[in-house]
Every structure is written in structure tokens, then in C-alpha cells.
């Protein structure tokens, strides 16, 4: 979003002066604590999923096909996952991974995230993120109920509320995966020295939200950018047993250095390594690593490999490699 630096310089413009205090602003964790979550029974953590679905059905706003979504067999099992969908989509977006996490015998909740997926395509320009904390405490909550060893998948800004979940003291995400996580934007689209004034400016709503050709609010977007930031530095050991990521080269909306360095100090905190795979051009995929096409269904186990720290299934010119641990 080249956009994005004229919007900036434009909005530097009207605040003359104010330019050195954006870059001392302090940025990030007020509103994004949550108070640990009280331990659910899996009855209990079954019904909370399925009055929050329940009330989706009967709120006219919310798209039928976007509701959130409780796969169980019925009763605790050994693997339970949490699957966090990306800004502007919904847990439709997981439709295909989840039902493969499924078969391969875990429990698996996706949450819709609030103001997604509702026949106001704009509500997501109206995002917090306390709000987007709170959604992903109260899913850890109702997902680590689900089975006796849990984690995380998270997508783009999903990514980062699936690494903000792992490191929140008190939660024992065991398995960590995120798909082109945003951690900060595409140098290309916002340079580094962009990112904390347009957090400020429009993350703080100090300007008047923007709307990018992407359909991605500026407001909303920096929502997560915030959540991002206030990550622990150095990160927590938490008791991680597999972390990795997926990424596409092809992908311009994130940036990739930060998509894999950030997860990679979070391993190192854990003393795990990072596995890393790296989408092949050829299949075209570009931000939406769920978008796989007539691959899919060959990716999608490679992400539960990934996901569960396995040797990913071979097949194609994809790399995986297990990224060193800097100490």
C-alpha cells in the first residue's frame, strides 16, 4: 500500500509540531491485559461455544456462513487447536484446515472475531484492540477445555493474537503456527519509521480513519500492528513444545524478515527451533496462505505437520528448514 506513506505525510502535515512527540508516544499495552481466564470443564466449554454460536444465528448481522464454528467428537480429547481467521474474513476462511485438524482426531474451535464477519462489510474499521484480546482470551478459554494438550494457528493479524495467546502468563499453548503473520506491514507498502506514527495517528483515531485499495482500514489495522508491539521483549518462556510459520515470498502485505524473526525469539525463549516454510511462487499464493487452490488439500497436512513440529510431507519445490536459535 504505497497509499499508506502519502496518507502519513499527509497526516504529519496537519500535525506540524506534534511529529517528535509521535515517535515518543508510548505505544501498546494499555487495555491489552486480560485477567487469567477461569478453568473450563469440557461440558462447560462446549456450551459456552455453542450459545456464542447459537446467538450468531439469531443476530441478523452476523453472515450465516460466517458464524464461528465447534468441531468435537463429542468428548475430551489428547490434541485440541484454536484457529484465529484473518482481519476482514471470518472462520470461514479456516473451513478447509479446520476439518483436517478434525479428521486427524483434535477438537477444534474457530471464534469469529468481533465486528468480522457481518453484512456490514465496514464494521471491522470500528476494531479495538482490547477487544481483540479479550476475543482471543475467551477462545483459549473455551479451547484449552477441549483437549489435554492445545495451541494455536493464527493468520495474518489472527497470527498476532495467536502469538499474544502464547504468551500471555497462565496459558499452556503448547503448538504454535502462524500463517503470514503481521507483525508490521511490507516495507514496500510502509517503511519501519512509518509504523509508529501511523499507530498513533490512526491506531489512537488522532486522524480521521483512511481505507486502503485493499479494503483495510488504517484504524483497524493498527489495532493489531499495537497488539504486536506489545509483545514481550525479551519473550516469556511458557512452556512452547513446537513453533513455526508459513510465509510466501509473494506476499505483499506483511513484512517477512518480521513474520519469521518474531517467532523466532519467541522459540529461542522456549528453547525450541523455529520451523519455517516458505511457499513455492508457483503456486501463486499471495497474503492469504489459506488460498491454496487445487493444492489445498496436499498444504493443508503440510500445515498440521508443521503445526504438530513434524517433518512436513514432502512433495514440490517447497522450503522448510528448521531456523537456528540465536541464544
Known amino acids: 500500500m504505497p497509499e499508506i506513506i502519502a496518507l502519513l505525510v499527509g497526516g504529519l502535515a496537519l500535525v506540524g509540531a506534534a511529529v517528535a512527540g509521535l515517535y515518543l508516544w508510548p505505544v501498546g ?13 469440557f461440558g462447560t466449554a462446549t456450551r459456552a461455544a455453542a450459545a456464542i454460536i447459537a446467538a450468531e444465528a439469531a443476530d441478523p448481522e452476523v453472515r450465516p456462513e460466517s458464524r464461528s464454528r465447534l468441531l468435537s467428537h463429542g468428548s475430551r480429547t489428547g490434541r485440541a487447536v484454536l484457529l484465529l481467521h484473518g482481519y476482514t474474513l471470518a472462520p470461514e476462511q479456516y473451513e478447509g484446515l479446520a476439518e483436517e485438524f478434525f479428521d486427524s482426531g483434535y477438537n477444534v474451535w474457530v471464534p469469529r472475531a468481533p465486528q468480522h464477519g457481518t453484512v456490514d462489510r465496514r464494521a ?4 479495538e484492540a482490547g477487544e481483540l484480546t479479550t476475543y482471543a482470551a475467551q477462545g483459549w478459554a473455551v479451547a ?3 483437549g489435554d494438550e492445545v495451541g494455536v494457528v493464527g493468520i495474518s493479524g489472527g497470527a498476532v493474537l495467536a502469538a499474544w495467546l502464547a504468551q500471555v502468563p497462565g496459558n499452556v499453548v503448547r503448538h504454535l503456527l502462524l500463517l503470514s503473520p503481521f507483525f508490521g506491514p511490507n516495507p514496500r507498502q510502509a517503511p519501519a519509521y512509518a509504523v509508529k506514527p501511523l499507530i498513533v495517528l490512526y491506531g489512537r483515531r488522532v486522524l480521521r480513519d483512511r481505507v486502503t485499495s485493499r479494503g483495510y482500514s488504517l484504524a483497524a489495522v493498527t489495532q493489531y500492528l499495537t497488539i504486536a508491539r506489545a509483545l514481550p521483549n525479551p519473550p516469556r518462556r511458557t512452556g512452547l513444545r513446537t513453533a513455526a510459520v508459513a510465509i510466501s515470498p509473494l506476499d505483499g502485505v506483511v513484512d517477512l524478515r518480521a513474520a519469521v524473526d518474531v517467532p523466532r525469539r519467541i522459540a529461542a525463549a522456549n528453547a525450541i527451533p523455529l520451523r519455517v516454510c516458505t511457499l513455492p511462487e508457483t503456486l501463486g499464493v499471495e497474503h492469504n496462505t489459506l488460498n491454496l487452490g487445487a493444492d489445498g488439500d496436499e498444504w493443508r497436512r503440510r500445515y498440521v505437520a508443521l503445526y504438530e513440529g513434524a517433518t512436513a510431507p514432502e512433495s514440490g519445490p517447497a522450503t522448510t528448514n528448521d531456523a537456528p536459535i540465536r541464544r
Not at 124 to 127: E, I, L, Q
Request: glycine letters at 4%; a positive charge; zero cysteines.
Open 124 to 127: 471491522h474499521h470500528r476494531v
Open 144 to 146: 484449552a477445555a477441549l
Open 29 to 41: 499495552r494499555r487495555g491489552l491485559r486480560v485477567a487469567p481466564a477461569r478453568p473450563l470443564d
